[in-house]
């Protein structure tokens, strides 16, 4: 059984671009979560993907983005970037939602210059 | 609003040192508490959870107990190991919902 597997590992951007981050789920899991893990913090919920829809959201703003196919996995995508915008993402999938068990993957660090 | 409060670190311990890390969490309602652990260059892993006042979560030889009347949720071991040396992070999933609030984490060193 594959676990949660995010791509790139690292990523290095300047102010002003965009960026997209995926996320592949963990085999027969629906659902998936992103998170904002700033240096030093604990994980921020962005939002939560289920069945490909929007399934719940945080306090970020809408050039944080996303999307889910039918395969499950998902996208993250960031426009506009800001120097805040540097921190790990992580995602994280389960087999239903809500759920109490989910599995996060080792995460995207980027770094926004 | 909901959240989670952790007590600040790093801790560091000696090896078969007792661990205690306090956890405080604020919420309408009943959540579900949860610790995770993670490891460096890893991602979060979950440790343990209890669903219901006065539940004990256990794994690995960690214990919590979710205590209603004092909103907390700590998290203990009896000796702790080099291995055990991560950042814990408390959290909290409000029942029906799918958002989950982490505390800001707290790392332990363990010392050989």
């Known amino acids: 059984e594959t676990g949660v597997t995010q791509s790139p590992t690292h990523l ?3 102010r002003g671009q965009q ?3 995926r996320c592949s789920s963990q085999s027969g899991h629906n659902t998936v979560s992103w998170y904002q893990q700033a240096l030093g913090q ?3 919920f962005i939002f939560q993907y289920y069945r490909e829809e929007e399934n719940g959201r945080g306090n970020f703003p809408p050039r ?3 999307l889910q196919f039918p395969n499950y996995s998902s996208e993250l ?3 506009a970037l800001e120097l805040d915008d540097s921190a790990l993402y992580l995602c994280a999938s389960s087999l239903e ?3 109490d068990t989910q599995y996060f993957g080792p995460g995207t660090r980027l770094t926004v210059l | 609003g909901d959240s989670v409060t952790q007590m600040e670190g790093p801790v560091t311990l000696s090896e ?3 661990l205690t890390i306090n956890c405080t969490y604020t919420a309408t309602g009943y959540p579900s508490l949860f610790w995770y652990v993670q490891y460096p260059g890893e991602g979060l892993q979950l440790l343990l959870k209890a669903t219901k006042a006065d539940d004990k979560g256990s794994n690995k030889g960690f214990e919590a107990t979710y205590r209603k009347e004092t909103t907390s949720f700590h998290l203990e071991k009896g000796s ?3 291995s055990d040396s991560a950042v814990y992070f408390c959290a909290l999933r409000k029942n029906g919902f799918n958002k989950f609030y982490f505390g800001s984490g707290t790392k332990l060193n363990v010392k050989p």
């Open chain 1, 19 to 21: 960026v997209t981050l």
């Open chain 2, 80 to 82: 702790v190991q080099v």
């Open chain 1, 64 to 66: 944080f983005s996303g």
């Open chain 2, 16 to 18: 078969e040192a007792f």
């Open chain 1, 42 to 44: 604990g994980p921020q």
């Open chain 1, 77 to 79: 995508n960031v426009n």
């Open chain 1, 12 to 14: 290095i951007k300047t």
């Open chain 1, 97 to 99: 939602s809500p759920s």
